[in-house]
């Protein structure tokens, strides 16, 4: 089906062949011509599905191309709201791109920043804003911004908004726009909250749902490596070795963890940049250049941090932690194997993280592939401890006990990359759980 049987104006279907979009993915056949009626809409779509085309389209077809505004008024008409600031400024890139035939002017507003800047290109006039919910409330208090005339409204991972506590804020921000408005929930998983969200921000939205009882894109393979927290440091570095060169994005549970990744990788020889929630906007930023233009090939990340970002032809994610919330798996593999290019999901386990890949696996249409690496796998009792998905199980070559099968109580606690014995020969402890605003 060709973009043009949506019903977009041809003036912006027409440029889309050149960013190599040769046809609407499914989240965009279905959900275009919803947001192109006026309709309100609560869609199930992860991050790699070309959702922010599916709202971002029609949402400047309808607010610029069929106008309706006066020339000029340059008044905001349309609001994205996304939990992080790293989606923000995708969302941005990628609203800017489709917007260019209707001479689109979009404002990313986000923390971590001075607000100078974004106060000035407010006054400058501007169609859509893309914005965090803080960042957003300081200019609604400071009385910088004015919304009195946005239409449309898209609250973009509206699971992960709520998981980081932005209830209240949505909350303030829903209380400054007009009520006449359209609305567009976008969320990787539909809770009971997110329905809740949807019935105090929408009227009754139409429904769309890409995932199908399939929650992850097939063009991604995952396997686990079982192994002990104290040898987790010396197996990602020799996975990341088995391809050298390949770039790859390393998940931690935390901001701390990820730092101590990053630095034993340093301490191995591999260039690796690290983000998360406690650096600097700037450091955020240029992390993330260094790793897209591939002058380090690790991106060592939380969770959170990670959110958003878009980084074509990623072929490798590793979860050095595995993730408290088995969703969040979807979230991280997601960043691999996306506009149907082959990827890698590789997780590093442990005994402790049985309950966890059980979740996980209960998520993923197919089982996991579990490979014990010889000399880093666990000792047989851990191994054991371990879910077997599937009948694929693979390397049956037994693992000779590095570790000792050491076993700790989870609960997040983690344990020195590479098991660097510290004090006395135990390992100093992580924090626990951090809260997932935190990462
Ligand atoms: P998103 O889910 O919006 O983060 O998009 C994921 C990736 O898919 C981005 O790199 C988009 O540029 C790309 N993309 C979006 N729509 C299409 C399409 N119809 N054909 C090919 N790639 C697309």
Partial sequence: MPFASLGLSPSLTTPLARLGYATPTPVQVKSIPIVLTGGDLLAKAQTGTGKTAAFGLPMIDRLLV??????????????????TRELALQVHKSLATYGVPANLRVTAIFGGVSIVPQKRELDRGTDIIVATPGRLLDHIEQRTIDLSAISILTLDEADRMLDMGFLPPLRRILKVLPRERQTLLFSATISPEV??????FTREPQRVDVSEGQTMAVTVTHRV???????????????????????????????????RVGQYLGRAGIGAAVIHGNKSQGARTRALADFKEGRVTVLVATDIAARGLDIPQLPLVVNFDLPLVPEDYIHRAGR???AGVAGRAVSLVSAADKDLLRGIQRLLPAPIE?????????SASSQDALPTPGRRHQGGRQSRGVGGGHRHGGGGHRHAPGGRPQRGGSFRPRRSGPSRRSA
Avoid: Y
């Fill in 225 to 259: 490596h079982p192994v002990t927290d104290q040898r987790k440091g010396d197996l990602l570095t020799h996975v990341l070795q088995e391809t050298p060169g390949t770039q790859a994005l390393v998940f931690c549970r935390t901001k701390h963890g990820s730092n």
């Fill in 370 to 378: 579990h490979v014990a690496i010889e000399n880093f796998a666990t």
């Fill in 195 to 200: 329905v809740k969200l949807s019935a105090d």
């Fill in 336 to 338: 691999t194997g996306r």
């Fill in 66 to 83: 069929r106008g309706g505004a006066p020339a000029g008024m340059r008044k905001p008409r349309g609001l994205v709201l996304v939990p």
